[in-house]
């Protein structure tokens, strides 16, 4: 397998206090310069394979919409690594991106927000074609994008009209619509089934499969739900405050879950076939604050199986199984058992 | 329209869409919501009527006050035309000089409207981009332009235009200056606030995604979606700026005599005002007045109907 | 089971627009049992929650309701004045809304916000409506509620506020609450946390309970009946059991089947194609027929009458996945 994508310790943070002026606060009858960091994404690393779907599953505010837009560079990366093709675009300036931006391209989640309502559809998908030289002239860029509506399920007399004509998912197919027009290899995929009705996510989702299949791209997919996660990945990585807690493929993680966090995150979704929610591990408490982190383990108050180890170092990522990590002192499952006997813990 | 229509006949798919513009405009919740809003309409008579007036005016004005042939000094002072001493060629009366006041309000509204509509003009290409590049960039630029704006805003714009034109005395290039200098704030803030809002739009991270320069992002599609408030600050500007002008016309600091706004004709009868020639600034301050109001009712209706905030 | 708690017969919420009429809902009854929770599931524009609306009169213009009979406790809400309509919202009917985050009135206490409900609605002292107060919080799992009293609906977290605004509901013990998507807005393990609390809290309280949401799996879990909506009508109603492993509409099975499931390898998705259709042009016949896969050509005519397929169970089809008996 050929790596497409790798990322190595990513780290992106926002200042809140960017203004000289909000950085000046009166403690104790002193004038103190201080900053408040919200610690988006603490150093992540995780690897896309050529024609694969990697996931990254969290709740609201884990980092991983961060992650997504620090990858295609419209963020700067605070520190690590990301490694295309092999080669290093971590500090890549604008110009030196432009044919990068060619190969991979992005989905968003919302359809509303995502088209620009003054533009009309065949304009929307002209536009990335004209100004990537993938059409040689107009004509060919109109033909071709007739192409790419027609592949998405949208009408060739359909490419006239506004956002506005559309439902949610004729626009979110619009938007995929747009990401195909310069062939890309790579395609990140933001939440792109959330804002959409039940009947109509299915739809995207197999018309993102159908199109996998058929042009053979990558997907980065970001999402919260996971079982469409579990639709729709290879492998995933389990994000929570800004840290993979556990990566693996899609087999390990959902028959095998290692990390407290991605059990009860498993536990915690709603299914038609079993009662699940009644009796779900519960979690306790919110996301602590991503401005002040919490020392050792970043789950460890929310954790029903904390121990004092927890609360003081920050657990590693550790290989269990072939490709299977957590990052965990006190690991779940039969592997976890055999790992936590080594070093003298009981659950 | 169908695919039939494809490029082989671009001049015919052209005149279509055209017409099928216009269809979509007719059919449009705007037009219909004007059609039923009676305010809107008879704002938009009384702006089309004084249009007319100030484009035409000069054509069937029973007088050209600036032309002394025509005026004569033994005219002056004659009240309306309903009035005992009233004179049929004078409608409205006279001033002091045996001019015409219905033919000083038609020239006047011309001087009024031009330095309204010009001031707009000016402070909406000067507001709007540096709107833009303050809310698109941010940081630095972003700092110095607000900075600017808050300053200028801490002081009454009367103030400052006042101040700027008792330094540079009267003209109507200088007060087209000094209401710019205070009229761009409101659309400089305005667009800024709304770019800001656009700028964390995912359809503008798409533009990034796609590696487009950021002047055509701004230009492409961050200027056409801040355009509708763009067009109600307008409109609603034109006629504050006409009252400000009029405001340092009355004071005396405003268009120099030779050209005479509606707010110089005010002023000139304000001495005799209660000495019984009330005719000679009232039917100028009317005027003022009705055309401030009709931009206004209008600018109340397009405020509604286009601020997405509202609805 | 118990007495008949709500019963709406034939309720028609029409909005008039100037593109046209929107029928957002179109002649649905139903009826709900005390201490029962009723699910109503349907996709966006299918009119679930302009029916809860409408039962409360909430209706603004340019949209009228209408409807034959809402009988609660025997009496009809539809005949009642607004002023009759005021008693009966907050205390006897009261509701809960999607989003924790503008549901609360960011200038007021905690406090003040649930001692309001407590003045409208009972007589109470200013000792006992605090004491009321702590009791709620406590009930809807807010850790230490003597001291949270006195905080501000910003300084608690989405799932936090969303427990607070279950509290002001319950405040004056009302009979029937109406949950409009109360989870939508939450992330997966608070809404586990709010959906277990909610039951507990309904059967605790002696409480009927009305859920309203997208989500199948979650009414699945909740609900002891299940109505599925579809452009403004009801095309099934029936236990949970019955909904999901006797399905006898086809919307209802094309909604089951393109639910990726987490324990379920599926290559793809079963899928409902095209979408909803327009609310201003409406389908002649069955609303769904042109996305469905059963259609035949009476579909496309004529409007299905309601058919009993079992027990409790009835779907308006021409054509049901289970065999009944058309009732008249």
Known sequence: ?347 | MTTSAKSQQPKEKEDISIKERLNRIRSSEFIYNYKRNIPAIIGSIIIALALFVAIFGPLFAPQNPYDLTEIDLADAYKPPFWQEEGDSRFILGTDDQGRDILSGIIYGSRVSLFIGLTVMLMSCLIGTSLGLLSGYYGGKIDSLIMRIADIQLSFPSMLIALFIMSAFGRGVDKLLIALTLVGWVIFARTVRGETLSLKKKEFIEATKVIGLPNYKIIFKHVLPNVFTSVIVISTIKVGDFILTEATLSFLGVGVPITEPSLGLLVKNGFDVLFSGLWWVSVFPGLYIMMLVFGINLLGDFLRDELNPKLK | MGNKLLEVKELRTYFHTFKGVVKAVDGISFSLEEGEILGIVGESGSGKSVTSFSILKLIEEPGVVEAEEILFKGEDLFRKSEKDMMKVRGREISMIFQDPMTSLNPLYTIQQQIEEMLKLHGNFNEGQRKERCIELLRLVGIPNPEDRLKSYPHQFSGGMRQRVIIAIALAANPKLIIADEPTTALDVTIQAQILKLMKELVYNEGASLILITHDLAVVSQMADRIAVMYCGKIVEEGSTDDIIKNTAHPYTKGLLNSIPRLNKNLNRLEQIPGMVPNMFDLPRGCKFAPRCKYSKEKCLVEEPKNIIVGRGHRTACHFPLKEGYILD
Do not use: W
């Not at chain 1, 992106?12 to 900053?35: A, M």
């Not at chain 1, 990254?56 to 990301?82: D, F, H, N, Q, Y």
């Not at chain 1, 079993?274 to 002040?292: M, V």
């Open chain 1, 1 to 347: 397998m050929i790596k497409l994508l790798e990322v190595k310790d990513l780290v992106q943070s926002f200042n809140l206090t960017s203004d000289f002026l909000d950085k000046l606060k009166l403690k104790n009858g002193r004038v103190t310069i201080e900053s408040r960091v919200v610690n988006a994404v603490n150093g992540i690393s995780f690897y896309i394979n050529r024609g694969e779907v990697f996931s990254l599953v969290g709740e609201s505010g884990c980092g991983k919409s961060t992650t997504a837009r620090t990858i295609i560079k419209i963020l700067e990366p605070k520190g690590g690594k990301i490694l295309y093709k092999d080669r290093d675009i971590t500090r890549l300036g604008p110009k030196e991106m432009l044919p990068l931006r060619k190969e991979i391209q992005m989905i968003f989640q919302d359809p509303y927000a995502s088209l620009n309502p003054r533009q009309k559809v065949k304009d929307i998908i002209m536009e990335p074609m004209l100004f990537h030289r993938v059409a040689a002239n107009k004509d060919e860029a109109y033909n071709k994008s007739i192409e790419i509506l027609k592949k998405v399920g949208l009408r060739p007399e359909q490419a006239n009209r506004y956002p506005h004509q559309f439902s949610g998912g004729q626009r979110q197919r619009i938007g995929i619509a747009r990401a195909l027009a310069v062939e890309p290899e790579l395609i990140i995929a933001d939440e792109p089934v959330s804002a959409l009705d039940v009947s109509i996510q299915a739809q995207i989702l197999n018309l993102l499969m159908d199109l996998k299949d058929e042009y053979g791209f990558s997907y980065l997919f970001i999402a919260h739900d996971l079982s469409v996660v579990r639709h729709i990945s290879d492998r995933l990585g389990v994000m929570y405050l800004g840290c993979i807690v556990e990566k693996g493929s899609k087999e390990q993680i959902f028959s095998n879950p290692l990390h407290p966090y991605t059990r009860i995150l498993l536990s915690s979704v709603p299914t038609i076939d079993e009662e699940s929610i009644t009796d779900s591990l519960e979690l306790k408490g919110e996301i602590p604050s991503p401005i002040d982190l919490p020392s050792g383990c970043y789950f460890h108050k929310r954790c029903p199986f904390a121990k004092e180890i927890c609360k003081k170092v920050v657990p590693q990522l550790k290989e269990i199984e072939d490709g299977h990590e957590a990052a965990c002192h006190i690991l779940l499952g039969e592997e976890g058992d055999r790992d936590n006997e080594k070093k003298g813990y009981t659950r």
